[in-house]
């Protein structure tokens, strides 16, 4: 089922979650054991995240750089599959512009849609330190609003050249929203305007970047319904647990951790869990309260901060049923 129409039939508010895949090489079966403690909440659908080769230029013999690949975590698609057959719950993978041709892309769509995944999340992606090599004969997405449409395009039958009877796919297609305005906009009402934008070229619904003040969603959806935008915006979640959080958050995130939460941390560091969670429980309940849609938690690898988070909420009753 699409994620949309998940939420167009749900009564009561829905719980998800975005995880990672396993670094390359690494065991698949923690991210079965994290799966294994959510399911419990029946979420409608389970993100996972995407990502390009991290690379480094090395230095040759010859005094000549070549881009050396260092880690990277392959296998969203795979771990889609996987998690989608054993678990019976619809998946989102995450597609990228960083890192990918829009060959690439395409071909990516191409085994989604045999694999039966009718969702699909576009982001533009981090920057990457060495930019990836495209040849001359390919091309690339620079924004999510050029991956949209080029999802948008495959949904209508349109592929990079031209296929006679060529299949449209299907695919409901999410994009993110950020309640404190994206890092390279120059304000939040011109991020606004550039997500309407993706909206209009065929986004399905907005998830938003993780935050700690909910006034700020709160702004947020406001001016996105006075720009237009009509679509589900859910609200993304993270629970702070570590005091190193206060910094490697907003540093990697551009976000604000609002004073209160910030100085109780400093306070009692070695608390910093219980604080987080006792936050995040708060903030869930008044989003709730607020009517909305769901509540999608970045759990990454490790689902215990949030478990304890819903466990609190009436949402886990429900979801009990």
Request: charged residues 25%.
């Amino acid at each position: 089922m699409k994620v949309i129409e998940h939420y167009a039939r749900s009564a009561e508010p829905l719980v998800s979650f975005e995880i990672i895949p396993p670094r390359r090489g690494g065991s698949v079966q923690p991210v079965f054991d994290a799966l294994d403690r959510i399911m419990k909440f029946r979420p409608p659908f389970i993100d996972i995240t995407s990502h390009a080769a991290e690379a480094e230029l090395q230095e040759q013999p010859d005094g000549t750089y070549q881009r050396k690949v260092k880690r990277k975590r392959p296998g969203t698609i795979g771990l889609s599959a996987a998690i989608q057959h054993k678990y019976k719950v619809d998946v989102v993978p995450h597609l990228i512009c960083k890192g990918f041709t829009k060959e690439e892309t395409e071909d990516a769509l191409i085994e989604l849609n045999y694999l039966g995944i009718r969702n699909v999340l576009a982001v533009r992606g981090d920057e990457l330190s060495v930019p990836k090599p495209i040849p001359r004969d390919k091309s690339v997405n620079n924004y999510a609003i050029d991956l949209v449409r080029q999802i948008d395009g495959m949904n209508r039958g349109e592929y990079l050249e031209k296929l006679q009877d060529a299949a449209p796919t299907d695919f409901c297609i999410g994009v993110g929203g950020y309640p404190e305005k994206h890092m390279d906009a120059p304000n939040l009402a011109t991020d606004i305007r550039r997500l309407k934008e993706k909206v209009d070229a065929g986004a399905d619904y907005i998830v938003t970047q993780l935050f700690f003040d909910n006034e700020a969603y709160f702004r947020f959806v406001e001016a996105c319904r006075a720009e237009g935008i009509t679509v589900p915006i859910i609200p993304g979640l993270k629970v702070l647990t570590r005091p190193e959080h206060l910094t490697s958050l907003p540093r990697i995130f551009h976000l604000n951790i609002p004073q209160d939460l910030s100085d109780a941390v400093l306070a009692d560091p070695r608390n910093a869990s219980a604080i987080g969670i006792e936050w995040a429980t708060a903030q869930c309940r008044q989003l709730l309260d607020a009517g909305v849609p769901g509540l999608h938690f970045y759990i990454m690898a490790d689902p215990s901060p949030a478990v304890q988070v819903i466990d609190a909420l009436p949402v886990a009753r429900h979801a009990a049923v």
